[in-house]
């Protein structure tokens, strides 16, 4: 059973480009949230979503910021026009339908804006 | 918001030595996670703790939720160099977890 999986692993944006960050879960996992996590500090939410659904957003910057997990393919976390401020450690988490399960953690995106 | 706080935020520590690291957080839950990260990698999970005088132990590594005193512990016995990474706590906020700031842990010989 393979983890979740992220990618790109690393990527490396111009000022006023957009990033596109994917995210596929566990297999039989329907809950996916991503985290972002600036150097030196813990993650912080940004959105949690199941399958065509955003069930709470509350962590999102309200620009430029947005994401999707449509019902076939991965979840997309997608950043446009980026600035260095975003440059940052995005990291998707998935967990099955079932709660109190933690939350399993991929091996990251590592955005870098030039 | 719920905040979570960790302490120390650094600790350094000799081979064999014993240390704990606290996780206080600010408001009821009844579910806390533990979480280690080497440098440049991913979050490992180590321990869910599910209701109040919950105790985990995995190795050197055990865990422990008081959630009448909003607090977890992750008690390190006889440390090795093995373990030096960064420790998260997280608190189950319903619709997401809240994570503290880290405790880095470096274990030296």
């Known amino acids: 059973n393979a983890g979740v999986m992220q990618n790109p692993r690393h990527l490396v944006r111009r000022r006023g480009q957009e990033a596109r960050l994917r995210c596929s879960p566990m297999?039989?996992?329907?809950?996916v949230y991503w985290y972002r996590q600036l150097p030196e500090e813990g993650l912080k939410f940004m959105v949690y979503?199941?399958?065509?659904?955003?069930?709470?957003e509350s962590g999102m910057p309200k620009e430029r910021f947005s994401a999707e997990f449509p019902k076939e393919g991965p979840s997309i976390l997608r950043i446009q026009q980026v600035v260095r401020g975003d440059s940052a450690a995005y990291f998707c988490?998935?967990?099955?339908?079932?709660?109190?399960?933690?939350?399993?953690f991929g091996p990251g995106t590592r955005l870098l804006v030039l | 918001e719920l905040k979570v706080e960790q302490n120390p935020l650094f600790l350094s520590m000799q081979e064999g030595k014993n240390y704990t690291i606290y996780c206080n957080y600010s408001t009821t839950s009844d579910r806390l996670y533990w979480y280690r990260q080497d440098p440049g990698k991913s979050l490992e999970s180590l321990f869910v703790l599910l209701s109040n005088g919950a105790v985990k132990q995995e190795g050197r590594l055990m865990a422990s939720l008081d959630t009448k005193a909003r607090l977890s512990t992750l008690h390190i016995t006889a440390a090795v160099h093995d373990l030096s990474a960064t420790y998260f706590c997280?608190?189950?906020?319903?619709?997401?977890?809240?994570f503290g700031t880290g405790t880095s842990l470096t274990v030296i010989p």
């Open positions: 997280a608190v189950d906020g319903g619709n997401q977890f809240y």
């Open positions: 979503l199941q399958k065509e659904n955003i069930i709470d």
């Open positions: 297999k039989g996992h329907s809950h």
């Open positions: 988490a998935s967990s099955p339908p079932v709660t109190q399960e933690t939350q399993y």
